[in-house]
């Protein structure tokens, strides 16, 4: 009679062969394994489409009318549209005594700016239409909102925050700000330099200076019109949200979460013609 193994173990034979199975299976997964990072690295370092692209940025302005309606009944400044909190300062510098209000502005002003300047450089050092790139430039905004919308849980403002200066206003307040301009940066990036979605003044010349203003077939024109009706309709349900229980932290985790569904939009986005 053949001899067996006890049983549940193995003799040396098939002790042997199972090694091999083992070194001729390794190589097979290490070549899968390295199939699948190949797949997700040409993914994500190719160039996004250019074609409808506008219509991402233009629910952009859905956000800045979130923020920036919200951030003037709760803060008394603006955000995103730094015109606004331009001549906030100027009046500031005028009557300082008067109020406070110049201050948040000239806080949110410098934030902007100093958010333009790394945003750029982040884009133009990485390629800027890249789509790692524009998926995490909106994963970093977002990012920055829920640090607001944090300080402001952990550590609540008074009651009239319009007239406080304190730490825990100025630096939600600043962080916002900081973020508003990747959105304006992402536009120069696809070469729709309209749609910044912090400027509108610009987009009403334009659009009432349209020879073909009233022609049926007019994609500029269209975006014109889209860019005040959507920023508008952020703007109220921000001004809405705000003055109830939701508040400014409940605007700025819904802005968050905006922002969250445009950077899986870029990693959706299909890839630019090679």
């Known amino acids: 009679m053949a001899s067996s193994s ?9 002790r042997s ?18 199939a699948k990072t190949s797949v997700w690295r040409e993914k994500l370092t190719v160039d996004v489409h250019r074609d409808w692209a506008d219509v991402v940025l233009l629910l952009c302005y859905i956000i800045t009318g ?40 000239g806080v949110s002003l410098i934030s902007f700016c100093v ?16 789509r790692w790139v524009l998926c995490t430039s909106f994963l970093l905004q977002m990012a920055f909102i829920i640090a607001a919308a944090s300080v402001m849980t952990l550590a609540p403002a008074a009651a009239d925050e319009k007239d406080s200066i304190s730490w825990n206003v100025l630096v939600p307040m600043a962080l916002v700000a900081f973020q508003s301009c990747g959105q304006a940066v992402t536009s120069r990036a696809l070469k729709y330099k309209s749609l910044t979605s912090v400027v509108l003044t610009s987009i009403y010349c334009d659009l009432f200076s349209d020879t073909q203003l009233f022609a049926f077939d007019n994609t500029e024109r269209n975006r014109r019109v889209g860019a005040p009706l959507l920023l508008l309709s952020g703007a109220v349900m921000g001004g809405l949200l705000s003055r109830n229980a939701v508040g400014i932290v409940g605007v700025l985790w819904i802005a968050a979460g905006l922002k969250l569904l445009a950077a899986i939009t870029w990693f959706l986005w299909p890839a630019a013609d090679q």
């Open 17 to 34: 062969a199972t090694r091999r199975g083992a070194d001729e299976e390794q190589p097979l997964l290490g070549s899968r394994n390295a």
């Open 6 to 14: 006890a049983y549940g173990s193995l003799s040396s034979h098939s």
């Open 66 to 105: 979130l923020l920036d309606s919200a951030a003037i009944s709760t803060w008394g400044s603006f955000v995103s549209m730094q015109t606004g909190n331009t001549v906030y300062i100027g009046l500031g510098l005028a009557a300082p005594n008067e109020s406070k209000r110049w201050v948040k502005s």
């Open 115 to 130: 958010g333009s300047f790394c945003f750029s450089r982040f884009h133009r050092r990485f390629s800027p239409c890249r």
